[in-house]
Nanobody, 126 residues
Framework: QVQLVESGGGLVQAGASLRLACVAS????????MGWFRQAPGKERQYVAS??????TPYYADSVKDRFTISREANTIYLQMNNLKPEDTAVYYC?????????????????????WGKGTLVTVSS
């Protein structure tokens, strides 16, 4: 059974840091691009960051660039989130897809993504 399981969400104050993790299991994800999306209350789910399966090249949405860092170790990806802002409040979802390359995830059709996690809630208070 394929699973993506996120962890690390929580309630923090603005300016704080959190590290999310996503563990993928149930198949070989070594050739899958993986990444993060988020959905704020009342808004559509949006792209946050993605990482290639080979060199681990990261890509980011403009809104999180310079504050968030995505990384990968085997079937686990991380999202280090620094200097969190109230507008970062959202449910963060891990995703995996093949063969879509990580550099185009910002325009990826979300209904075509192969696998999704159930999400982890990040709440940033002002």
């Amino acid at each position: 059974q394929v699973q993506l399981v996120e962890s690390g969400g929580g309630l923090v104050q603005a300016g704080a840091s959190l590290r999310l993790a996503c563990v993928a299991s149930g198949r070989d994800f070594s050739r899958y691009s993986m990444g993060w999306f988020r959905q704020a209350p009342g808004k559509e789910r949006q792209y946050v960051a993605s990482i290639t399966w080979g060199l681990g090249t990261p890509y980011y949405a403009d809104s999180v660039k310079d504050r968030f860092t995505i990384s990968r170790e085997a079937n686990t990806i991380y999202l280090q989130m620094n200097n969190l802002k109230p507008e970062d409040t959202a449910v963060y979802y891990c995703a995996a897809d093949h063969p879509t390359i990580a550099s185009v995830w910002a325009s990826l059709r979300q209904d075509a993504v192969d696998y999704w996690g159930k999400g982890t809630l990040v709440t940033v208070s002002s």
